[in-house]
T-cell receptor, first 112, second 112 residues
């Protein structure tokens, strides 16, 4: 069964304290892996798509990496405005392109 | 331009009543998705529309759930004979480049 597991469930950081969020996945055939950010009361906001092992994407303080079994979202020198829940999702070749399998997310809190 | 718009933002209904949730996607986006997010759970795929192709309904949890997309634009998700377990946030998303989806704010459905 295809599944996505994110860890930790919650992470508290001090401003400027870099860290990484983990997304482990098992799928029959990975079409792509996606990272989203979700603020309370809002829909998820698209961040990155990764398609193959070794690929990396960066946006401001965020960098996403992909291996054959997991993805990491690295946060460098975070600021309080980076506080949010970060969601990981995968699409597999066994399903339609619209059928994304989401993890439960990592809730990040960055304290000033 | 405007983002994905969902209405209503909140809906409280009595058990057994039917509800309709509306989604206005971003103009020109050919793909439209419905997901639901229950407390403490990841996003759960419901249905996916792509252009004029037959929709992927594989995520609909029961025959009480149905969705349509008129004219390749607006979509309506209908839940008949609502049950308390239907309480959740229902999220709609649209995309032009699959699957970089743009989500709406969601409709919070409470069945009492």
């Amino acid at each position: 069964e295809d599944q996505v597991t994110q860890s930790p469930e919650a992470l508290r950081l001090q401003e400027g304290e870099s860290s990484s969020l983990n997304c482990s996945y098992t799928v029959s055939g990975l079409r792509g892996l996606f990272w989203y950010r979700q603020d309370p009361g809002k829909g998820p906001e698209f961040l990155f798509t990764l398609y193959s092992a070794g690929e990396e994407k960066e946006k401001e303080r965020l960098k996403a990496t992909l291996t054959k079994k997991e993805s990491f979202l690295h946060i460098t020198a975070p600021k309080p405005e980076d506080s949010a829940t970060y969601l990981c999702a995968v699409s597999n070749y066994g399903g339609s392109q619209g059928n994304l399998i989401f993890g439960k997310g990592t809730k990040l809190s960055v304290k000033p | 331009g405007a983002g994905v718009s969902q209405s209503p933002s909140n809906k409280v209904t009595e058990k057994g009543k039917d509800v309709e949730l509306r989604c206005d996607p971003i103009s020109g986006h050919t793909a439209l998705y419905w997901y639901r997010q229950s407390l403490g759970q990841g996003l759960e795929f419901l249905i996916y529309f792509q252009g004029n192709s037959a929709p992927d309904k594989s995520g609909l949890p029961s025959d009480r759930f149905s969705a349509e997309r008129t004219g390749g634009s607006v979509s309506t998700l209908t839940i008949q004979r609502t049950q308390q377990e239907d309480s959740a946030v229902y999220l709609c998303a649209s995309s032009l480049i699959l699957p970089e989806a743009f989500f709406g704010q969601g409709t919070r459905l409470t069945v009492v």
